[in-house]
Every structure is written in C-alpha cells, then in structure tokens.
C-alpha cells in the first residue's frame, strides 16, 4: 500500500514556474513507477509524465515536453514535477500516482494522490 501526498501547486502568471511535489509512503518507492497526470474541468484526465524506479525511462506528454521536467529523489521517497512556461492550458488539478511496475508505460495506475490544483492565468 502507497500513499502520496502532492504539494506544491498555486495560482501562477503565463510564463511563470511552478515545482509539484509528492511524498509517497513505504518503503519500496523505487520499485515504483511514477507518473503525473492533470485533469481540467469537462476534460479527461491527462498522463503528463512518468519516470521509472531508477530514472532511466521518462515519458513526456508532446504538450509538455521542452516546458516540464519530471524527477524523483527515492532516499526521499518523493516524486517532482519541475514546470516551466506555463500557459493557461495547464491549468488543471496535478496527481500523483505510483505503479508497483518498472518501467511501466501503461496509464492505469494502482495508487493516486489527491491532487493539487495548478491555475495560470493570462
């Protein structure tokens, strides 16, 4: 059993940065993949990125790459999501899911977070 804990999200200016962060619990986080997904209102839920237990495989949603940077610190136990020029189509509420796979490039993950909201306005 994981449980994640996101933090991190605000309201932000176009162009501006914002880092997520979500704290897992247990004590296997590296055999864990870790993915970030985002839903906007009246939109489906969105996979943003995933990084595998050892960093080595990270996936990049085409709307996001060049902008954010997925990242993950498994002494912590913690799981980042570094986003840069940010525009208003980001906004959404951020999850934090985890996956007892790696790599795994699937989008059904076992565990989630309760998510952040992350608001950029014009």
């Known amino acids: 059993q994981v449980q994640l804990v996101e933090s991190g999200g605000g309201l932000v200016q176009a162009g501006g940065s914002l880092r997520l962060s979500c704290a897992a619990s247990g004590r296997t986080f590296s055999m864990y993949t870790m993915g970030w997904f985002r839903q906007a209102p009246g939109k489906e839920r969105e996979r943003v990125a995933a990084?595998?237990?050892?960093?080595?495989?990270?996936w990049y949603a085409d709307s996001v790459k060049g902008r954010f940077a997925i990242s993950r610190d498994n002494a912590k136990a913690t799981v980042y999501l570094q986003m840069n020029s940010l525009k208003p189509e980001d906004t959404a509420v951020y999850y934090c899911?985890?996956?007892?796979?790696?790599?795994?490039?699937?989008?059904?993950?076992?565990?989630w977070g309760q998510g952040t909201q992350v608001t950029v306005s014009s």
């Open positions: 990084i595998s237990g050892s960093s080595g495989w990270i």
């Open positions: 899911a985890a996956e007892p796979r790696t790599p795994y490039s699937g989008t059904s993950y076992d565990y």
